[in-house]
C-alpha cells in the first residue's frame, strides 16, 4: 500500500510502502520517493557539440551512441569527428573514442555482434560523398576501420534485415545526384556486395522494415514507393504517397502498417498529410490531418501504440510543438511542446519506452540540447 500526502504540486512525491494482508509483516515500512511526471516533454544533459545531420544508435548496454553530424547545417563545412554516449540512468552525455573521418549525413546500424556500422555520408561541403565506413565496439569505445562501399553516398538509407546484413540503398553520390544502386554488408565476411537497384533515384529517403522481412522505401524526392525483397534481391514499385515527396517520417505500426506522415511536395509545400501503408494490400490509405503541416520533423513508436510526432518546421518557422497519432481511430491530437523547438532533430526510443531527441536547430541556431518525452 502506498500512503502519505504529496508535498506539493510538483512532486517529487513522499509515500510510505507499508505491507498489508499478508501472514505476516517481516519488516518495518520502507519509505520510497517517487518522481512523478506528466505526459510531456523534460530536458536532459546537453551534448557536448551542438549537431545536426548526426545520427543516435540505442545499443544493447541501453546507452546511446551519438556520431557525427555537423555544428553548422547551412554551410555544412564543419563535419564533427566526435561522438559521445547518452545514459539514461544519469540523464548525462560523455565522450567516447573519435571518428577516423569527419562525417556528416551518414547512417549508423546497430550489428547483432553489438558494435555498429558507420557508413558513407559527407566530410564538408561540395567535397562529396563518402565510400569509407567504420565499426564502432562498444567495449572498447573505439572505431576502427570496415571495408569501403562499393558506391560513395551520402543521405543513404541503411536497414538491417532479419539474417543479420545490412541494406544500404541510394543516396546521393559524389556530383551530388541521387543514385538508384544498392549493396549488402554482411558482418560475417565485412563486404560490400552490389544488390539489385531501386526503381528510381532517391536521396534523404525513409526506409522502414516491415514484419515480414521486406523493406518500404519511400520519398527522397520522388513521391513513388518502393518494396525491397531480400529472397531475391530486387525492388518492385508498390503503392504511391500521393503529394509527399521529401521530409517526411514514416513508423511501423504494431499491426505490421506503416504510418507516413508530413513532408513536402513536389512544388515545395509543407504537408499536413499523413497516409497508412497495408503491406497486404500494397495501398497507402489518407489518414488525419496533422495539427499542423510539419517537415523534417521527428516520430516515434510508443508503448501504448501510438505514435509521437515533434518538431519539424513547415517553412514558415521552426515548430516546438508536438501531436499524437492514434492507429485506432487515425485521429491526432495535440500533445505538450518541446522544450525548444528543432528542425531536423534525431529521435530514438530508450529501454524505458521514453523518446530521447537530440540536436537539430532552430531560429537561434544549431542545438547542443536533449529532452525525453514521458
Not at 90 to 109: D, E, K
Amino acid at each position: 500500500v502506498l500512503s502519505g500526502t504529496p508535498t506539493g504540486s510538483a512532486g517529487p512525491y513522499a509515500f510510505s510502502l507499508t505491507a498489508t494482508d499478508v501472514v505476516a509483516q517481516t519488516s518495518a515500512p520502507v519509505p520510497v520517493t517517487l518522481q512523478v511526471f506528466s505526459h510531456g516533454f523534460t530536458a536532459t544533459g546537453s551534448m557536448a557539440a551542438t549537431r545536426v545531420l548526426h545520427t543516435m544508435t540505442l545499443l544493447r548496454t541501453a546507452k546511446v551512441l551519438v556520431v557525427g553530424g555537423v555544428a553548422d547545417d547551412l554551410t555544412q563545412s564543419n563535419a564533427l569527428s566526435s561522438a559521445e554516449l547518452f545514459d539514461p540512468a544519469t540523464g548525462l552525455f560523455t565522450a567516447t573514442g573519435n571518428l577516423i573521418a569527419a562525417r556528416t549525413n551518414h547512417t549508423a546500424t546497430l550489428l547483432p555482434s553489438g558494435r555498429v556500422l558507420v557508413a558513407g555520408g559527407q566530410s564538408t561541403n561540395g567535397v562529396g560523398a563518402m565510400t569509407t565506413t567504420e565499426i564502432y565496439d562498444p567495449v572498447a569505445g573505439t572505431f576502427v576501420a570496415g571495408t569501403s562501399m562499393v558506391a560513395a553516398r551520402q543521405g543513404a538509407s541503411a536497414t538491417l534485415l532479419p539474417d543479420g546484413k545490412v541494406l544500404v540503398a541510394g543516396g546521393f553520390d559524389d556530383n551530388d545526384a541521387a543514385q538508384a544502386s544498392a549493396e549488402l554488408y554482411d558482418p560475417a565476411t565485412g563486404a560490400f556486395t552490389a544488390t539489385g537497384s531501386m526503381t528510381i533515384a532517391r536521396g534523404t529517403h525513409v526506409a522502414t522494415l516491415l514484419k515480414d522481412g521486406t523493406v518500404l522505401i519511400t520519398g527522397g524526392y520522388q513521391t513513388t514507393a518502393e518494396i525491397y525483397e531480400p529472397a531475391t534481391g530486387t525492388f518492385k514499385a508498390t503503392g504511391g504517397t500521393g503529394a509527399t515527396a521529401q521530409g517526411q517520417t514514416a513508423t511501423l505500426l504494431p499491426s505490421g502498417k506503416v504510418l507516413v506522415a508530413g513532408g513536402l511536395s513536389l512544388n515545395g509545400n509543407a504537408l499536413a498529410n499523413t497516409q497508412v501503408y497495408d503491406p497486404a494490400t500494397g495501398i497507402f490509405t489518407a489518414s488525419g490531418s496533422l495539427q499542423v503541416a510539419r517537415i523534417y520533423h521527428v516520430a516515434a513508436l510508443l508503448d501504448d501504440g501510438t505514435v509521437l510526432l515533434a518538431g519539424g518546421t513547415n517553412n514558415a518557422a521552426n515548430l516546438s510543438s508536438a501531436e499524437i497519432f492514434d492507429p485506432a481511430s487515425g485521429a491526432l491530437a495535440a500533445a505538450a511542446d518541446m522544450t525548444v523547438q528543432r528542425r531536423l532533430a534525431t529521435i530514438t526510443v530508450l529501454p524505458n519506452g521514453q523518446p530521447l531527441v537530440t540536436g537539430g536547430d532552430n531560429n537561434t541556431g544549431e542545438l547542443a540540447t536533449a529532452e525525453t518525452y514521458h
